[in-house]
């Protein structure tokens, strides 16, 4: 289905019932996670209730910073935090910040600014003489703009990763090991004179493909594995390692942040496509979750991996290909995983004695002692889990 007809069958209007042999790809209200300005509001939220809890994760550093939970980009929703933005916008004056309609997709209605005349302009010609009496359907959200991103080549680059989760109460989510990176076609710059350069700053391949230099043979992207193998090369095992720990330590984060306010179906499994900025310090920033990850292929390695990707998605989602089971537990034995693998389930981490996911987290145990086999060379069970 997609998001729109979810709404439909959902709504109180409709009354519509699903019946126990039918199961959906999306839960009733997931733009709790994937519309942007509700996945902000839903994290800043997680991390005050943490705090309110003197949970060690929502530990703070002098500067007031959070120590764990900072992986969001500062972000404010317009029109309604106009006046915290523009406080915020005047500590740092000379930084940029990124534009984006909180309903739109594929870098639909996205821009940068620089400078506060910018957003006087665009709230002037969003059809509407003031600014504050905007409607919702055109809420924005305003974030800073990563400009020190890590370049490959000289070029910006994010990781679109596919998480799957079966169920939200109690949490169970699968990592997809074939997620790709979606490079620029053009080189980064972080000079102003290119703001308006889409082609420099969206990796969106909606976007890239109408580049001159877009390849369509490898559609600039790169496996998450070749991404791996060059940090290691480059960057070292060990900071490599603890790298994707901290991705799939945000993604597990994000999804307790929305789990207590999802409406957790029994009929419901999502397949979100998360987007991933690693910065040249190589701490990674969650940009967005989309809830309908483009399933279409540009390139032909895109067809295989999106193929395996629904196929693998379905073998989680129903049991065995029988007929689907809403009762099912979507506990499935480890070998139809195919290439997903559990990142999360709270039954087992509950079982293990929560509080060990506390003790571990604090960043510097995430070394060789961090419950990581490193024969294989790749993580297997990370202490957070």
Not at 156 to 163: A, C, E, I, N, S
Not at 229 to 258: C, M, N, P
Request: hydrophobic share 30%; net charge positive.
């Amino acid at each position: 289905m997609s998001v729109q007809t979810i709404r439909s069958v959902f709504s109180v209007e409709t009354g519509y019932r699903l019946s126990d042999d039918q199961i959906v790809n999306h839960f009733p209200n997931h733009y709790e996670l994937t519309r942007k300005d509700l996945m902000v509001k839903n994290i800043k939220r997680y991390r005050k209730e943490l705090e309110k809890e003197g949970s060690p994760l929502a530990e703070k550093d002098e500067n007031g910073k959070y120590l764990y939970l900072d992986f969001v980009p500062v972000t404010y929703m317009l029109p309604a935090d106009y006046n915290l933005f523009v406080e915020e916008f005047r500590k740092s004056p000379s930084s940029t910040w990124i534009m984006k309609p909180c309903g739109k997709a594929q870098g639909k209605g996205i821009f940068l600014i620089n400078k506060l005349s910018q957003i006087k302009k665009w709230s002037r010609d969003s059809k509407t003489s003031s600014f504050v009496s905007q409607s919702t359907k055109e809420a924005y959200v305003i974030s800073l703009y990563i400009n020190n991103p890590l370049l490959i080549g000289g070029r910006k680059f994010d990781l679109r990763l596919y998480v799957l989760v079966s169920t939200y109460r109690p949490l169970r989510c699968y990592m997809y090991k074939l997620g790709f990176c979606r490079f620029c076609t053009v080189k980064y710059t972080p000079s102003t004179s290119e703001l308006d350069n889409m082609f420099v700053h969206l990796t969106n391949v909606a976007i890239q493909k109408h580049g001159e230099d877009y390849n369509h043979i490898h559609g600039g992207k790169w496996t998450v594995n070749n991404l791996r193998l060059y940090l290691e090369s480059t960057r070292g095992k060990e900071v490599t390692s603890k790298l994707f720990d901290e991705i799939h330590w945000i993604i597990v984060q994000s999804l307790k942040a929305v789990a207590p306010v999802m409406n957790n179906d029994k009929h419901c499994f999502e397949c979100y496509g998360y987007d991933i900025i690693i910065d040249d310090r190589l701490k990674p920033w969650l940009i967005e979750v989309n809830a309908s990850p483009s399933l279409t292929s540009s390139t032909a390695n895109d067809r295989i991996l999106k193929y395996n990707l629904i196929n693998d998605t379905l073998n989680i989602a129903v049991p065995n290909g029988e007929i689907p089971d809403c009762k099912w537990n979507k506990s499935p034995p480890k070998e139809v995983l195919g290439n997903y693998e559990i990142l999360y389930d709270e039954e087992l981490a509950q079982g293990d004695g929560a509080d060990r996911e506390l003790r571990s987290r604090p960043g510097q145990s995430l070394g060789p002692r961090g419950g990581r086999s490193r024969d294989s060379g790749r993580t297997v069970l990370t202490t957070w889990k």
